[in-house]
Structures are given as C-alpha cells and as structure tokens.
C-alpha cells in the first residue's frame, strides 16, 4: 500500500496542522483489525451512540478515556490458566479502539448490556458558535 506524505502541504497552510495530523493518522493501518466489530448510530442531530461488540468481558475489564477529541476503549483480560481448548473460536484477546470526536463533543454516559458496550456521545455547541441572524437595516440581532 502506497504511503502519503503531507510535509509539503505544512509550509504552505496555516492553521491545518492538526488536519493533517488527522489524515495522516487514518491512512495507518489499524493495528486492531477491526476486533471488537462497532456500529455508530447517529439518534438526533446532537446525539450519538457507539455500540461495540465486547462478548466476554466484564465491566471492570474494560476502560474508557476521553483525552481532548479522542475516544479510547480498551478491554484487558487476565491469562486464565490450565485450559486446554480443543477448539477456540471465541476471541478473548486484549484490544485497544480509538475515535477521533468531533469539536464539542464529549461522552456523557456508557453501559453495557447484553455483551454489548454503549457509549453514549453528545455535542454541545458554544452559544457563541451557533448562527444567529441579522436584520438587514436595525441594530437588532434576531436568535436563530
């Protein structure tokens, strides 16, 4: 797989850096393989939910950070001893899922439900972000 290099796009845009940052980060390759398998449901225009497939673990083996626009997930099992698996098709291995948020939005709440972990998500634009209109001829601004 071919490779793209941003450097030469950094000395010509102003303010782009972490743009790029972005772009270049998913174009990696995703070191989780796509395990645990995820939906993201978008329930009205300021709310999300992120449904991940966690069949195996239990509360206290999975962890949850928001550190600034990014979402980590990471599930941790302990080595169980002296079984002997004739077959294992259930995977039980460690993982580590990242999601780049958007600006405002932050987590506001998970649970988990039938093998199923629920993030829920929430964006919460600043009152000075949110458009306002202008009448045409007057001083008076009209919220919008």
């Known amino acids: 797989m071919r490779t793209v290099d941003f450097t030469p796009l950094y000395r010509n845009a102003i303010g782009f850096d972490r743009l790029f940052n972005m772009m270049e980060a998913n174009t990696a390759k995703n ?6 398998p995820y939906n993201i449901e978008q329930q009205d225009e300021n709310h999300f939910r992120i ?6 673990f239990a509360e206290e083996q999975l962890d949850l950070t928001q550190k600034e626009n990014l ?3 990471k599930g941790e099992r302990k080595a169980e001893e002296g079984k002997n698996y004739v077959y294992q098709g259930i995977a039980e291995r460690d993982f580590e899922r990242k999601f780049q948020l958007a600006d405002y939005v932050k987590v506001v709440g998970a649970s988990m439900e039938n093998g199923l972990l629920h993030v829920d998500l929430e964006r919460e634009i600043p009152e000075a972000m949110k458009p306002r209109k202008i009448e045409i001829g007057g001083n008076k601004l009209i919220e919008g």
Not at 31 to 36: E, Q
Not at 51 to 56: C, D, L, P
């Open 31 to 36: 070191s989780s393989g796509g395990y645990p």
């Open 51 to 56: 449904t991940m497939a966690v069949a195996g």
């Open 71 to 73: 979402l980590i997930v």
